[in-house]
């Protein structure tokens, strides 16, 4: 039976080794490293002639947060599986740990059998997601429900593509904001807001928050 590769980044680090010593009892697991932080994890991969399967990442990291992390590992590693492994069940961190390519989000309370399953759906393609955290994505997604007897409205046609969150935080670039200040109005942490910020820039074509602000008011992108 061939093993899949695990790998854990999580600085407590009692967690972290209880966490490593319960996965060591899964023939059917290979615990590649457990390290206490993101950029420990990505200097492993950068040099690793073998590469994990399936990663076990925590969001709150010293230095580079999870979710971070998980972006800039998915740009190089596409094929490696990541698992938000957390505390939290907010949905700002959910959608976002969707939106730069986790694979699945599980709380740590969940029962040692019920990880190892994951990690085995994940192989599979699967998308664990812990049973709290599914309703809460039933929920929001219930919330945008509509009726299905209105007449579809023709879509809005949105100048240089830019997504409902780039509006947002174009809005805010207009207004002045350093990245820091956008990121604690709009609730990202400012490396995400830099993000947004450069894919903005790209889609504008433009290399400068002046250049970008005078194309927006003059195409009149904000409202």
């Excluded at 219930?142 to 509006?167: M, N, Y």
């Excluded at 993000?195 to 504008?204: G, L, R």
Aim: charged share 35%; aromatic share 6%; net charge negative.
């Amino acid at each position: 039976m061939e093993k899949i590769k695990v790998a854990i980044i999580e600085d407590h680090s009692i967690f972290r080794k209880r966490l490593s010593e319960l996965l060591s009892f899964y023939d059917e697991i290979d615990l590649v490293f457990a390290v206490e932080d993101a950029e420990l994890c990505i200097k492993y991969l950068d040099k690793a002639e073998e590469l994990p399967d399936v990663l076990l990442m925590d969001i709150e990291l010293p230095g580079l947060s999870g979710i971070e992390a998980t972006f800039q590992i998915k740009e190089k590693h596409q094929d490696i599986d990541i698992i938000m492994f957390t505390v939290f069940e907010d949905d700002e961190r959910i959608f976002e740990s969707i939106q730069v390519g986790a694979t699945g989000y599980l709380l740590k309370d969940e029962p040692i059998e019920e990880v190892v399953q994951s990690i085995k759906d994940v192989k599979k393609g699967g998308s664990p997601i812990s049973p709290s955290i599914a309703r809460k994505l039933m929920s929001l997604v219930s919330g945008l429900r509509k009726d299905p007897t209105q007449k579809k409205k023709e879509p809005e046609v949105v100048p240089f593509d830019l997504t409902p969150a780039e509006i947002r935080i174009l809005e805010h670039v207009i207004e002045g904001k350093s990245n820091k200040e956008i990121a604690e109005d709009v609730i990202l942490s400012p490396w995400t807001v830099k993000t947004h910020i450069k894919n903005i820039y790209k889609k504008m074509q433009v290399n400068s928050r002046a250049a970008a602000v005078r194309l927006a008011l003059r195409r009149n992108v904000v409202k």
